[in-house]
């Protein structure tokens, strides 16, 4: 069975800084390609960052420079450092794996507000 677990959400000020992680079982997790999305109300699903099973990693314009996304192949586990958080980068953010198949975890809230 797999299963992507994120975590690391929460309520941050504008300004401040959020780690999320996204923990995966049940998948050869070193040739997954990794993406994180996100979705605001009202909004559709987004792209935020992507990291490939070799370490390519790719942003949305709108986090370049804020954002990063890493992964530990060995803890089965990949991350996604904010920085300089903006109330327009409140969103549930979720954890996907792609490789022959697609899995998607449950999600985690931010909220960015002072």
């Known amino acids: 069975q797999v299963q992507l677990v994120e975590s690391g959400g929460g309520l941050v000020q504008p300004g401040g800084s959020l780690r999320l992680s996204c923990a995966a079982s049940g998948i050869i997790f070193s040739v997954y390609d990794m993406v994180w999305y996100r979705q605001a109300p009202g909004n559709q699903r987004e792209s935020v960052a992507s990291i490939t099973g070799s370490g390519s990693t790719d942003y949305v314009d709108s986090v370049k420079g804020r954002f990063t996304i890493s992964r530990d192949n060995a803890k089965n586990t990949v991350f996604l450092q904010m920085t300089s958080l903006k109330p327009e980068d409140t969103a549930v953010y979720y954890c996907?794996?792609?490789?022959?198949?697609?899995?998607w975890g449950q999600g985690t809230q931010v909220t960015v507000s002072s």
């Open positions: 996907n794996a792609r490789h022959r198949s697609c899995y």
